[in-house]
C-alpha cells in the first residue's frame, strides 16, 4: 500500500496552499508584483506536471491524489479567471464558460462513475496547456492585447470541444454498460 504522504501528494498540497500566495501577488499593484504573481501561477503550473508524472513513474498513486490534484488544478486555474475578471482583464463570460465546464465536467464523471472510469484524454491535457498560456499572457505585463484573445479564444474553443468529448464519452459508456448488462 501506497502511503498518502509522498513527494506526489506533497506538490499537489504545495500547489494549493499556494493559490492564495498567488492571489495576493496579483491584486497588490505594482509590474515586480504581477511579475511575482506570475512566477507563482507558472512554478504551480509545473507541479501539476511534476506529482503526476512522480506519481505514475514511482508507483505512489494514491486516492487521495486523485482527488486532491483536480481540486488543486481548479483551485488555480478557476481563482486566476476569476481575479483576472475582477480586475476587469477578462470577460466575465470567458471564466463563467471555463468554470463551468470544469464542475460539468467533474459532475458527469460522478455520475457515471457506476458504469466505470472516463479518463482524462489527450484532449484535456492540450486544454489545461492552453488555459495556462492564456492565463500566463494576461498575467505577464504588456503582451500585446490580440496575443491574450487568440491564446484564450483558442483555449476557450478547446475548453468547450473536450467538454463536450466528455459528455459523448459518457454517453458511450452508459450504453456498454447497459448491453453488459442486458447481455
Request: charged share 15%; net charge positive; with cysteine.
Amino acid at each position: 500500500m501506497v502511503s498518502t504522504w509522498n513527494i506526489a501528494n506533497a506538490l499537489t498540497v504545495a500547489r494549493l496552499a499556494i493559490v492564495p500566495v498567488f492571489i495576493v501577488f496579483l491584486f497588490v499593484d505594482g509590474q515586480g508584483w504581477r511579475i511575482a504573481a506570475l512566477a507563482v501561477f507558472l512554478v504551480a503550473s509545473l507541479t501539476d506536471q511534476l506529482d503526476g508524472w512522480l506519481a505514475r513513474r514511482y508507483g505512489l498513486v494514491t486516492d487521495f491524489g486523485k482527488i486532491a490534484d483536480p481540486i488543486a488544478d481548479k483551485a488555480l486555474i478557476g481563482s486566476a479567471l476569476v481575479c483576472l475578471s475582477l480586475l476587469g482583464e477578462i470577460a466575465w463570460w470567458v471564466t463563467a464558460v471555463i468554470i463551468a465546464r470544469e464542475l460539468g465536467v467533474t459532475l458527469l464523471r460522478f455520475a457515471v462513475i457506476r458504469h466505470g472510469v472516463i479518463p482524462a484524454s489527450y484532449g484535456g491535457k492540450v486544454k489545461t496547456v492552453l488555459q495556462i498560456l492564456a492565463i500566463a499572457l494576461y498575467i505577464w505585463p504588456g503582451v500585446p492585447d490580440l496575443a491574450r484573445w487568440s491564446a484564450m479564444a483558442l483555449a476557450v474553443l478547446v475548453t468547450v470541444a473536450t467538454g463536450l468529448d466528455y459528455v459523448f464519452r459518457a454517453i458511450r459508456l452508459r450504453q456498454v454498460a447497459r448491453r453488459s448488462r442486458a447481455a
